[in-house]
């Protein structure tokens, strides 16, 4: 099939259209809103000052759409960085509203329920149209409209990678036009012109083509100057994709620090706002679990403390976020000086160390309710990688490829890996693999995901003892 560009040309005109849809959505909640909520014999004390609040936030949520990179092409990267970015420009745009109606004391004379209507509605009115719209192009573009046209400078195998990639996504409308190596490898079709590096560099003057790809490991510097220096003069968007495929790469990204042009390889989720969102996450459920499960908890310190002499909470250093040592909290279930002859050591299944009430806790995972006091202390957060003893660190650090990368994040109660069943004594690299899953795709939304199967198949594990 040969590519289709019909909608190529009119990429401002879907974000032009992509604006008067988000404000078409917000005011038909507002005016769904108003109708609903002075139905009948109602009516609001100042008309006047609800189309003022209207007009008002029409221009400010063009302007904070803008201002939070709503309008910027979205080709290719995943629903949930646009999604978020819409519900904290969609947020802020209420918080500056309530913040205006509270100075200039009219807050008395807006409608609380017309207000949620408005914020719940459009919210998610907003989202729903652009996941219609996002799946509309992506039919689209792999039918072959809305491309984007690509020459591909390359030498190895990454070149390669990339293209096989881009084909087996049409949905991102990236369509590889060209192909240039020093070694060309076999197996492109017919449809992709192709050639030696100098024959690309004259093909770009005439091709018409919207970006430039340059494919190569970082160790081929001198090439790559050399096809920027001669690409100088193309209005072509010129993108390098270097060789970092075989890296284990953690949120990788590219920032400007100093001027300078900083490719990040292996770095935390946790910086700006996301360290904030998780930290309120963390406070907020921990403090309310811990009123939710207050008379539980009380029972079995009631029952820790019959069961044996010794203190009802065992606290054992553990390992967190940026290798910071802490003292980890749970319901003691062993008696005191347990390991004394033995030393640290895994539990396992015919564990017999455990009294009768401690084997129970294990068995349910009850043991681990107080690290909820971890979590508001913030030592720990609700969802992370596990936790892990220094001297089992220094093993396994050496052992499991990467194993060290999980505390880019704070430990947590639950996790990824453990409502998949690596718990306990299981396959380490596996559980790895999960804690890394998580980190690299870290988001609100995965946290709540975790917290509620943990509560479906989270607690009783044949893992757990």
Not at 26 to 42: D, E, N, Q, T, W
Not at 78 to 90: C, I
Request: glycine content about 6%; hydrophobic content about 45%; charged content about 20%.
């Amino acid at each position: 099939m040969s590519p289709k560009g019909h909608l190529r040309e009119h990429s401002s005109l879907l974000l032009w259209i992509m604006r008067l849809t988000d404000v078409a959505v917000s005011l038909l909640f507002c005016g769904l809103g108003y109708a609903i909520v002075f139905a009948g014999p109602h009516s609001p004390p100042s008309v006047l000052l609800y189309q003022i609040a209207v007009l008002f936030s029409v221009p400010l949520q063009i302007l904070l759409f803008q201002s939070f990179s709503v309008y910027q092409p979205w080709r290719g990267e995943d629903y949930l960085q646009e999604f978020v970015a819409v519900l904290m420009a969609w947020t802020v745009i209420f918080a500056i509203l309530a913040f205006l109606t509270v100075i200039t004391k009219t807050s008395e004379n807006f409608s609380r329920a017309w207000l949620v209507t408005w914020f719940l509605g459009g919210g998610m009115g907003i989202l729903t149209t652009r996941f219609l719209l996002r799946n509309l192009l992506k039919r689209l573009r792999a039918r072959g409209y809305n491309l984007r046209h690509i020459i591909l400078f390359a030498e190895g195998d990454t070149g390669w990678r990339v293209y096989e990639t881009l084909c087996h996504a049409p949905e991102t409308g990236l369509n590889i036009r060209a192909y240039f190596s020093s070694s060309l490898p076999s197996g492109l079709p017919d449809v992709v012109h192709r050639g030696s590096i100098e024959e690309g560099i004259d093909y770009t003057r005439t091709s018409n083509a919207d970006q430039i790809w340059i494919a190569m490991s970082l160790k081929d510097e001198a090439e790559i100057e050399h096809i920027v220096r001669q690409l100088r003069d193309t209005t072509a968007d010129i993108r390098l994709v270097p060789d970092l495929f075989g890296y284990r790469l953690i949120n990788h990204s590219i920032s400007n620090i100093a001027n300078m042009s900083v490719i990040n390889l292996s770095i935390t989720p946790m910086d700006g706002v996301n360290r904030w969102v998780k930290a309120f996450e963390d406070k907020i459920f921990a403090a309310l679990i811990l009123l939710l499960i207050s008379p539980l908890f009380a029972a079995i310190a009631i029952a820790v403390k019959l069961s044996s002499p010794g203190p009802v909470f065992y606290r054992q250093e553990r390992l967190s976020w940026n290798g910071r040592k802490f003292q980890m909290l749970k319901f003691r279930s062993m008696p005191v000086d347990s390991e004394a002859n033995s030393g640290p050591k895994w539990a396992t299944p015919n564990e017999s160390r455990a009294t009768r009430v401690g084997a129970f806790l294990r068995r349910t995972s009850l043991d681990e309710l107080p690290q909820f006091l971890n979590v508001l202390q913030g030592d720990m957060s609700i969802v992370g990688p596990r936790p892990e003893r220094p001297v089992f660190v220094e093993q396994f650090k050496d052992e499991i490829p990467s194993y060290m990368q999980k505390h880019l994040v704070k430990a947590g109660i639950t996790g990824w890996a453990q409502i998949n069943g690596w718990r306990g004594d299981t396959d380490l690299h596996q559980r790895i693999e999960h804690d890394l899953y998580y980190i690299e795709n870290w988001s609100l939304w995965l946290d709540l995901k975790i917290i509620v199967m943990t509560l479906f198949k989270g607690f009783i594990h044949k893992n757990a003892y």
